[in-house]
């Protein structure tokens, strides 16, 4: 299991950001099999709240337990402050034939509210980075985002991610 330790992780911080985090209590871990039940809820609130989709709970507690299951798949990264669950995001991988490495998606990225505009995925974020880093096989991190959420996207910005020229298709199956 990959810990940062909250110490480690405030250091990080750059100083500007430091004021949104009132302590060294966040912890950014990857996600047991006690977190399905939280991951499940969380994909369901973020489906309604920003597409206003309803999921069935038992389908989301199966993807997440079937990630979890198969980490070829991915994987969850889980934040706690003050040791209380604030965050989580899911790691999806694409393979780059361009060039010979994967990118890593960040997707189903949900921050209770009461913890959003505080740095948490900030500091997920970073912490994802530095996995990437430290993997040596990752050439980038990509994420999609529905095209009305405006303050995700701003979110996204603030850390230096910018648009991509790709546009995506889909077919439901």
């Not at 994909?43 to 070829?72: Q, S, V």
Request: glycine content about 6%.
């Amino acid at each position: 299991m990959h810990l940062v330790s909250a110490i480690k992780l405030w250091d990080r911080l750059p100083l500007k950001h430091r004021g949104y985090i009132l302590e060294k209590s966040l912890c950014i871990r990857r996600v047991t099999s006690e977190d399905m039940n939280t991951l499940a809820d969380f994909n369901t609130a973020m489906a309604l709240e920003t597409e206003n989709r309803l999921l069935d709970k038992d389908i989301t507690l199966k993807g997440a337990a079937a990630l979890l299951e198969n980490p070829a798949y991915g994987f969850y990264l889980m934040a706690e402050y003050n040791g209380e669950v604030a965050g989580s995001l899911m790691v999806t991988y694409e393979w780059s034939d361009w060039r010979n490495k994967l990118y890593w998606w960040v997707q189903s990225v949900y921050i209770k509210p009461e913890f959003r505009r505080k740095g948490i995925f900030r500091a997920m974020y970073e912490s994802l980075t530095e996995q990437a880093k430290e993997a040596g096989n990752v050439c980038g991190l990509r994420l999609y985002v529905e095209k009305e959420n405006k303050r995700a996207q701003t979110t996204y910005a603030e850390l230096g991610m910018t648009p991509s020229h790709y546009l995506m298709y889909e077919t439901d199956l």
